[in-house]
């Protein structure tokens, strides 16, 4: 159970007085807000009391075929959020390249990743701080936005002093100790669904960070796991729809994880558009044929061209294109 108090709230001290006198165990978190998890099995006189201290009120409460009602978050003055750059941050040339280019068209949001989750442990990791200085001083120069994945806790500080967005990635959507700090974080989250998560896991995954006092909360539909292994993943154009209905929060899709392959990048654009989601992620890279990470699914600059005009068209007329 998780529970959000304001940093100079004079109800926090009663409240965890009360779960030390009943003896439980629990975690706090002091960033922006105050953040507490309280581990056990809690009676509903316990819990009654605990509401009246903190003077919780209910954020989110799902059930099968009921919307919810939450406050709708939206990082931008467009219709759509648009999100491209590389999967990983190589260099300061290699980003600031792309960056150029996209700005150029008008993308506002940069995503790059500092820290790398990769399967294989051999592979490229990321340069973690210093790719967080690079994506800072790149965006900053071209007037764009962050957009980047914090992998565990221990580095929020350093993400949260450079992301205007911080993205949960398929990994940690699971994380629920990350999720809970990200609820003290006063800054948008970017929740990806897990690679083998079902709708309501991954809308449950939310309400880690909703209930913890962060209600700007992104889900971002990214393919989930199936039998089918001509894919990368299977994009769950469905899960659009059913989760805005589910949460009432934004979900945007990225088609590049979906994909795998740049060539279904353009028909995963179409569909997710037409599904009405809210924005698109899309991996773009200088050279993708020499890409550090997720070359083959990275479009290039002529190709991101035509997909942008794609989405573009989308937005002005409310219909994707074949």
């Given amino acids: 159970m998780i529970y959000s108090f304001e940093k100079d709230s ?4 009663d409240f965890v007085a009360v779960l030390s006198d009943q003896s439980f165990d629990y975690e706090v978190i002091k960033r922006d807000k105050i953040v507490v998890r309280i581990f056990g099995r809690i009676d509903d006189a316990l819990k009654h009391r605990l509401d009246q201290i903190s ?16 406050s709708r978050y939206w990082p931008t003055d467009d219709e759509k959020l648009f999100v491209a750059g590389p999967c990983s941050v190589e260099s300061e040339s290699q980003l600031d390249k792309t960056a150029g280019f996209l ?3 008008g993308i506002k949001y940069l995503r790059g990743g500092a820290f790398k989750p990769r399967t294989n442990s051999n592979s490229f990791q990321g340069l973690g701080r210093e790719g967080l200085r690079i994506m800072a001083k790149v965006a900053s120069g071209h007037d764009m936005k962050v957009v980047t994945e ?3 806790k221990s580095q929020l500080d350093d993400v949260v002093q450079y992301a205007d967005i911080i993205q949960v990635g398929s990994r940690n959507m699971f994380n629920y100790s990350l999720l809970t700090a990200l609820g003290a974080v006063d800054k948008p989250v970017l929740l990806k669904r897990g690679m083998a998560a079902t709708i309501d896991e991954w809308a449950q995954a939310s309400q880690y960070i909703i209930k913890g006092g962060n209600g700007r909360v ?10 089918e292994p001509r894919t990368r993943f299977t994009l769950d154009i469905l899960a659009v729809p059913i989760a805005q209905k589910l949460t009432g929060l934004p979900v945007i899709v990225d088609v590049s994880h979906a994909a795998g392959e740049r060539s279904l990048v353009p028909p995963l654009v179409g569909a997710a558009l037409a599904a009405g989601a809210d924005g698109i992620m899309v991996e773009v890279h200088p050279d993708p044929e ?6 083959l699914q990275s479009l290039t600059h002529d190709d ?11 937005e002005s007329t409310g219909k994707s294109t074949p």
Avoid at 10 to 13: A, P, Y
Avoid at 218 to 227: A, D
Avoid at 290 to 295: E, P, R
Wanted: hydrophobic share 40%; aromatic share 8%; with cysteine.
């Fill in 10 to 13: 004079v109800e926090f001290d």
């Fill in 55 to 70: 003077g919780r009120v209910s954020k989110l409460t799902m059930k099968k075929g009921q919307e919810a009602t939450v």
């Fill in 103 to 105: 700005s150029g068209l």
């Fill in 150 to 152: 914090v992998m565990d």
């Fill in 218 to 227: 992104i889900l971002c539909e990214r393919g989930i796991r199936t039998f």
């Fill in 290 to 295: 020499n890409a550090l990470s997720d070359g």
């Fill in 304 to 314: 991101f061209k035509s997909v942008f005009r794609q989405m573009q068209k989308a």
